[in-house]
């Protein structure tokens, strides 16, 4: 087996068990460039061949112990004594004795080996504990009425990890904005993101009884012309911010698009909601948002006959070799509770 298909998270402990031989070794005289001999791990693979020689007592029982040849040890030792310019075992045909230096490298050896044991161990274990700090970035109505009544349950499962949550409409550069995962309203139109399907984004035509009762329930779309049409000012970078003033709404003989105007237009869904619920006028709102507004008949479902849109909603990431422990930890997490086979969060 080759040093590069040794499968992922091998332990540096294999190190002193799993002696593999190296390439072709240079033997070239060092000529101030010693360097050439080994690359990082050859030299720890050399190390390993020396310390073996010292424990074992020879070179036969430390090509068993690397299960290497004795020839392919020798040459590991040779050419660790030239990149050093010091003999390390002093060797006759029939004992070997390690030199003063010999001693003193080879004390040094086990340490540094040590220390790469020490340093795998980490490493697993960094690979198998979700910790650190995870930076991410979802709307201000997931966050406020899906994420944030859950995230506790989050930080009890992985007490090791620190959230930094930006709740914006905004739309941000995961990458320049040193987002490690973003929620998303809307179609995908980067391909170096990775997209997890959660539940459709759901909108619902709603306005309070108090407007109702003085202006009049509109009975069909195009009545909504004459009605206070309180609207959403999506923000820059949004694929409906250039959009005219319309709502479409899918009916009984197929979509109408309904161009609308009124008093107020804010970027803030719980500013608008509070505006509907002050019967200010008629609002596109998330279904998320009001669902208990409409259950408590606070507000009241306006063209129920007409389907307000649904948008795709999804969890993005950076496509990587290698998701993180943390990262892969709130992925599971969120489309656990939110994705399109769980139960959705306003309860109905």
């Given at each position: 087996?080759?040093?590069?298909?040794?499968?992922?998270?091998?332990?540096?402990?294999?190190?002193?068990?799993?002696?593999?031989?190296?390439?072709?070794?240079?033997?070239?005289?060092?000529?101030?460039?010693?360097?050439?001999?080994?690359?990082?791990?050859?030299?720890?693979?050399?190390?390993?061949?020396?310390?073996?020689?010292?424990?074992?007592?020879?070179?036969?029982?430390?090509?068993?112990?690397?299960?290497?040849?004795?020839?392919?040890?020798?040459?590991?030792?040779?050419?660790?004594?030239?990149?050093?310019?010091?003999?390390?075992?002093?060797?006759?045909?029939?004992?070997?004795?390690?030199?003063?230096?010999?001693?003193?490298?080879?004390?040094?050896?086990?340490?540094?080996?040590g220390l790469v044991d020490d340093s795998e161990r980490l490493a697993l274990d960094h690979?198998?504990?979700?910790?650190?700090?995870?930076?991410?970035?979802?709307?201000?109505?997931?966050?406020?009425?899906?994420?944030?009544?859950?995230?506790?349950?989050?930080?009890?499962?992985?007490?090791?990890?620190?959230?930094?949550?930006?709740?914006?409409?905004?739309?941000?550069?995961?990458?320049?904005?040193?987002?490690?995962?973003?929620?998303?309203?809307?179609?995908?139109?980067?391909?170096?993101?990775?997209?997890?399907?959660?539940?459709?984004?759901?909108?619902?035509?709603?306005?309070?009884?108090?407007?109702?009762?003085?202006?009049?329930?509109?009975?069909?779309?195009?009545?909504?012309?004459?009605?206070?049409?309180?609207?959403?000012?999506?923000?820059?970078?949004?694929?409906?911010?250039?959009?005219?003033?319309?709502?479409?709404?899918?009916?009984?003989?197929?979509?109408?698009?309904?161009?609308?105007?009124?008093?107020?237009?804010?970027?803030?869904?719980?500013?608008?909601?509070?505006?509907?619920?002050?019967?200010?006028?008629?609002?596109?709102?998330?279904?998320?948002?009001?669902?208990?507004?409409?259950?408590?008949?606070?507000?009241?479902?306006?063209?129920?006959?007409?389907?307000?849109?649904?948008?795709?909603?999804?969890?993005?990431?950076?496509?990587?070799?290698?998701?993180?422990?943390?990262?892969?930890?709130?992925?599971?997490?969120?489309?656990?509770?939110?994705?399109?086979?769980?139960?959705?969060?306003?309860?109905?």
């Amino acid at each position: 087996m080759k040093s590069g298909d040794a499968e992922p998270g091998w332990a540096a402990s294999l190190v002193y068990a799993d002696c593999i031989p190296t390439a072709k070794i240079d033997k070239r005289a060092a000529n101030g460039n010693r360097t050439n001999y080994y690359c990082g791990m050859d030299l720890l693979k050399a190390m390993t061949v020396f310390v073996r020689v010292v424990e074992s007592g020879s070179l036969t029982a430390a090509a068993v112990a690397c299960d290497l040849s004795p020839t392919m040890v020798g040459n590991h030792l040779q050419a660790l004594e030239t990149r050093l310019g010091a003999t390390l075992i002093h060797r006759t045909t029939r004992k070997q004795q390690i030199s003063a230096f010999g001693q003193a490298y080879y004390e040094r050896c086990i340490e540094i080996l040590g220390l790469v044991d020490d340093s795998e161990r980490l490493a697993l274990d960094h690979l198998a504990t979700p910790r650190g700090r995870l930076r991410v970035t979802a709307p201000v109505v997931f966050s406020n009425e899906c994420l944030m009544p859950v995230i506790a349950d989050y930080c009890e499962r992985y007490p090791e990890v620190k959230l930094d949550i930006v709740a914006t409409d905004a739309l941000s550069d995961l990458l320049d904005d040193g987002f490690e995962a973003a929620v998303r309203i809307g179609a995908l139109g980067n391909p170096d993101l990775v997209a997890r399907r959660l539940q459709p984004y759901r909108l619902v035509l709603c306005a309070s009884r108090a407007y109702l009762a003085t202006h009049g329930t509109p009975s069909s779309p195009d009545a909504l012309r004459s009605h206070q049409c309180l609207t959403y000012a999506y923000p820059p970078r949004s694929e409906w911010h250039a959009a005219q003033a319309e709502w479409s709404l899918q009916g009984p003989d197929g979509r109408v698009s309904v161009p609308v105007d009124g008093r107020l237009r804010i970027d803030n869904s719980e500013a608008l909601r509070r505006a509907v619920l002050r019967g200010l006028g008629i609002a596109m709102l998330p279904e998320v948002l009001v669902a208990a507004d409409l259950r408590a008949k606070r507000l009241v479902e306006v063209l129920p006959a007409f389907a307000a849109p649904e948008r795709p909603l999804n969890l993005l990431y950076l496509r990587e070799r290698q998701t993180s422990p943390k990262l892969r930890s709130f992925i599971e997490f969120v489309v656990e509770r939110f994705g399109a086979d769980a139960a959705s969060p306003n309860g109905a």
